[in-house]
C-alpha cells in the first residue's frame, strides 16, 4: 500500500485573519499564543522524526491565506501547515552557525 502524505493546520483557536487590526495587549496574547504552537510544532516534528517520519514546517501559508482558511473552513487563524510523509531523498544536516555567534554573555 503506498503512503499518502498528510497535511496538518496549525490553528490558533484565539486568534482570528492575520488581516485585522488589532491592540497591543491582543498582539502580545497572539505572540505569546504563537510562541506556545511553534514549541507543539517542534515536538510533533521531533517525534515525526524519531518515528522515521519526514516533515516539513510550512508558514508560506501566508500567500495564499484567505483561499486556504476559505478551504479548510475556518475562523480561527492558520499560522501554517505540517506536512508529514516518507521522504524519498535524505538530505545532509543544514550548516549550523557557531553557539558563539548567536549567544551573547554579558555580566
Ligand atoms: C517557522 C518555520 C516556517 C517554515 N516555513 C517554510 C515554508 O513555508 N516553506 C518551506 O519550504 N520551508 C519552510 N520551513 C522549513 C525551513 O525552510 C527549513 O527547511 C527547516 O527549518 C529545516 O532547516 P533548519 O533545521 O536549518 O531550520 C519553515 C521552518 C520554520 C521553522
Known sequence: ???????????????????????????????????????????????ATELGVGSLWIANTCFAYNELVQEIGTKDQLTGVVALGYGDEAPAPRPRKAWDDVVEYRS
Open 1 to 47: 500500500m503506498k503512503a499518502v502524505p498528510v497535511l496538518v493546520a496549525v490553528l490558533n483557536t484565539n486568534g482570528g485573519t492575520f488581516y485585522e487590526e488589532i491592540g497591543a495587549e491582543q498582539r502580545i496574547v497572539e505572540s505569546c499564543d504563537s510562541l506556545s504552537i511553534g514549541a507543539a510544532v517542534e515536538n510533533m516534528l521531533l517525534r
